[in-house]
């Protein structure tokens, strides 16, 4: 089975720290995904990673960076969170193929709030 | 840029019954891949049921199916015999077919609620 795993379940930060939210993939996949998730609005896609050290904006990257430095590790940095950072962020990771509809496998979320 | 939109924000059902889920999409190309997941409470997103647009013949997964109207461009999700289990957050997503890294636009979800 596919594992997706987000470093932590609940984190609670405060106004100005630098944060880490880590994910790991057990599958070898090329494609890792960063997404927030918010009532009403579903998920919305912060940045994503195809290959190691490669990243491209999603739609809402503002006050998001990523490092990818392993093929199974992508991890996204709020440089220095604020209170609209609080969110349930959810990690997930998919094959690179030129052609075919992958799933994207997910991670369990990590809810952030930051005070 | 291709949109997905799901109506119900709130759905509920009778154990044992029939429930659909409604999503539309928007998009200028022929071909691409259509998505229902699931987020249970407290519990990981998961894929329910997969739909290619070059296939007309409706997906099916045990107790959930498809109805895939490529012209109306719907997309909708029948939960047949609920269970208590079905209860869940559903997301209805599309991927276009190009590029091996195009990630996936996801609508805005749908809650639903089985009661027993």
């Known amino acids: 089975d596919v594992k997706v795993t987000q470093s932590s379940r609940y984190l609670v930060k405060r106004t100005g720290e630098k944060v880490f939210l880590e994910c790991v993939q057990d599958?070898?996949?090329?494609?890792m995904f960063w997404y927030r998730q918010d009532p009403g609005l579903g998920l919305r896609l912060i940045y994503f990673s195809y290959d190691v050290k490669m990243k491209e904006k999603g739609d809402i990257p503002e006050g998001y960076s990523v490092s990818r430095e392993k093929k199974e590790r992508f991890s996204l940095i709020l440089e220095s969170a604020s209170t609209n950072q609080t969110s349930m962020y959810l990690c997930?990771?998919?094959?690179?193929?030129?052609?075919?509809?992958?799933?994207?496998?997910f991670g369990p979320g990590t809810r952030l709030t930051v005070t | 840029a291709q949109t997905v939109t799901q109506s119900q924000p709130e759905m509920s059902v009778q154990e044992a019954e029939t429930v659909t889920l409604s999503c539309t999409y928007d998009?200028?190309?022929?071909?691409?891949?259509l998505f229902w997941y699931k987020q249970p409470p407290s519990r990981q997103m998961i894929l329910v049921i997969r739909?290619?647009?070059?296939?007309?013949q409706n997906a099916t997964e045990n107790r959930f199916s498809v109805n895939f109207q490529k012209a109306a461009k719907s997309f909708s999700l029948k939960i047949s015999d609920s269970q208590l289990g079905d209860a869940a957050m559903y997301f209805c997503?599309?991927?276009?077919?190009?590029?091996?890294?195009?990630?996936?636009?996801f609508g805005k979800g749908t809650r639903l609620s089985v009661i027993a």
């Open positions: 739909q290619e647009a070059y296939k007309q």
């Open positions: 997930a990771s998919s094959l690179w193929r030129l052609a075919g509809g992958h799933e994207q496998y």
């Open positions: 997503a599309y991927r276009s077919p190009y590029g091996g890294n195009t990630p996936l636009v």
């Open positions: 998009t200028s190309e022929s071909d691409y891949y």
């Open positions: 599958m070898d996949h090329e494609n």
